[in-house]
């Protein structure tokens, strides 16, 4: 059991939704991205998704990248990622905490040191988007005999025939993603949601959580009413680009987990 299946038995035994929020570690510096990343379990965050900086991030919008590209010109670095969830796991020992990112990193590091490190630090899980069921050799069977989560995302592209293959050697939860496109293109639809939902839920035991699109209370609490919980990232990373004050981030994360628990 990770911490991330100890958090969704918890939820599940009280009746509540997860509320999952994505920051890019580094942006806009080490220093502002550990106070906020500090901050998230205080303002009612279940699960902590940490952006891996990259140089390609090829599935994320405009505001994720700038993110990234804010982050490498800081100086961000794997080492200093790890770093940073070392200094978080100095004050919290039980928030989950998710890295997400592409394989080139991680490969270039060299799995089994990569791994090993995660173990050290406290990551439980991994999303890595650029790596297919077809590649779970590389990373994805490693991870969990490690002892780590491999989270895969679903899409509405993901048809009956593909979804069991996706399903496979998932692990923690399932990320569903909502829309077609990049994040922070379009706006979450519970109505489009909930059906894509059920069919996942009728090949997996797993907790599905929904993100892409979702950006207001009012959303979160929608999207999270028909699944497991719900995920919010470039709403948040914009805050954090636009240099609002943390505590103003943070209200902001504090009302959309309001939201998500509200479902």
């Known amino acids: 059991m990770t911490r991330i299946d100890d958090t969704f038995a918890r939820l ?36 902590i998704e940490l952006g891996l900086p990259f140089t390609d991030p ?114 923690g939860f399932v990320y569903y993603v909502s829309i077609t496109g990049i994040t922070g293109a379009a706006a979450a639809e519970a109505s489009d949601v909930g059906p894509e939902v059920a069919r996942i839920k009728s090949q997996t035991d797993l907790p599905i959580i929904v993100g892409f699109g979702i950006n207001t209370p009012e959303a979160a609490q929608a999207i999270a009413s028909v699944a497991d919980g719900c995920v919010v990232g470039s709403a948040i990373v914009k805050l954090i680009g636009e240099g609002r004050p943390v505590s103003e981030v943070l209200s902001f994360v504090a009302g959309l987990a309001a939201g998500a628990h509200r479902a």
């Open 58 to 171: 090829m599935a994320d919008g405009p505001t994720i990248q700038l993110a990234g590209q804010r982050a490498l010109e800081g100086g961000m670095t794997v080492d200093r990622t790890l770093q940073m969830v070392r200094d978080f796991r100095a004050g919290d020992a039980m928030t989950p905490i998710v890295l997400m990112g592409y394989y080139n990193p991680i490969y270039s590091r060299g799995v089994d040191r990569f791994l090993a490190e995660a173990n050290e630090v406290g990551i439980d899980g991994l999303i890595i988007v650029d790596l297919p069921p077809e590649e779970d050799e590389e990373l994805c069977i490693p991870a969990q005999k490690a002892g780590l989560n491999f989270i895969r995302l679903a899409t509405p592209t993901t048809d009956n025939k593909r979804l069991p293959k996706v399903l496979q050697n998932t692990s």
């Open 12 to 47: 599940k035994a009280q009746g509540r939704k997860a509320f999952v929020s994505y920051i890019m570690a580094g942006d806009p510096d080490v220093a502002t991205s550990l106070a906020v990343m500090k901050g998230l379990p205080g303002a009612g965050v279940d699960i």
